[in-house]
């Protein structure tokens, strides 16, 4: 499995939003070297700290979002709004497992699952409210 490049078809055409994509993407990445190519002794609390650092991130990145599709008046705001409620559920669950010491996927799994979330929100939900402007 590869690290997450930035390429330009990330892009949502909104600087600060694409800014904050490409430093998740970052954080992403570092968990990612972490969990598959890190040293086992430091394993659980270097996955604890990322993952503590991505949810304080993406809650941060999200509220920005949100605060921008009310301000341009994006219609699915609503729906939108739930997915990323969802994902910091999801990403709080990993957090409070891996604390108790028990991540019930495999490593590789969770750094797939979290990849597959973001790339795929990035590319067609955020997306949406980028064209939504057009
Ligand atoms: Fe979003």
Redesign the pocket.
């Known amino acids: 499995m590869s690290y997450i490049e930035w390429n330009d078809s990330f892009s949502i055409d909104n600087a600060e939003i694409d800014a904050q994509h490409q430093q998740w993407i970052a954080i992403h990445n570092t968990l990612h070297g972490i969990l598959l190519e890190g040293d086992v002794v430091s394993l659980q609390q270097a996955a604890i700290n990322t993952l503590q650092e991505m949810q304080a991130y993406i809650r941060k990145h ?1 509220a920005f ?1 949100e605060a921008y599709m009310a301000r341009i008046g994006f219609p699915e705001i609503r729906e ?1 709004w739930r ?2 409620k969802d994902f910091d559920t999801r990403v709080y669950g990993y957090l409070r497992d891996a604390q108790k010491g028990e991540l019930p996927v495999l490593n590789s799994e969770l750094v797939k699952i979290l990849r597959n979330w973001l790339v795929h ?2 590319l067609f ?2 997306m949406k409210f980028s064209q939504n402007r057009r």
Request: proline letters at 0%; charged letters at 35%.
């Open positions: 999200f979002e939108h997915l990323h929100h990035i939900e955020d």
